[in-house]
Nanobody, 121 residues
Framework: QVQLVESGGGLVQAGGSLRLSCAAS????????MGWFRQAPGKEREFVAA????????NYAYSVEGRFTISRDNAKNTVYLQMNSLKPEDTAVYYC??????????????WGQGTQVTVSS
């Protein structure tokens, strides 16, 4: 079973950047599609981005496309989310998870603790 640990969140001003990391344990990381989700206060968790097992295909939510970039390093069992041009509405706890489809991503693992991203206006 893969376990996930997110990091890299923090407080940033609008227009700034952050890079999130998700470290996964387990030898099967490279066989999974990996994705990022976020949950703002009082809202449901929502999909942000996903990346194929090989890294060759990515998929983004409309709200972040062009500003966020998902990538992965299978040698390090880590998936990243580079977030640029951040907006206050990006404020949320960010989580990663593993799935089987880049375009119809459904999380398959227990959620980690997430990492808080706060964007001030």
């Amino acid at each position: 079973q893969v376990q996930l640990v997110e990091s890299g969140g923090g407080l940033v001003q609008a227009g700034g950047s952050l890079r999130l990391s998700c470290a996964a344990s387990g030898r099967t990381f490279s066989s999974y599609v990996m994705g990022w989700f976020r949950q703002a206060p009082g809202k449901e968790r929502e999909f942000v981005a996903a990346i194929a097992a090989s890294g060759g295909i990515t998929n983004y939510a409309y709200s972040v496309e062009g500003r966020f970039t998902i990538s992965r390093d299978n040698a390090k069992n880590t998936v990243y989310l580079q977030m640029n041009s951040l907006k206050p509405e990006d404020t949320a706890v960010y989580y990663c998870n593993a799935g089987h489809s880049t375009y119809y991503f459904h999380p398959t693992l227990n959620w980690g603790q997430g990492t808080q991203v706060t964007v001030s206006s």
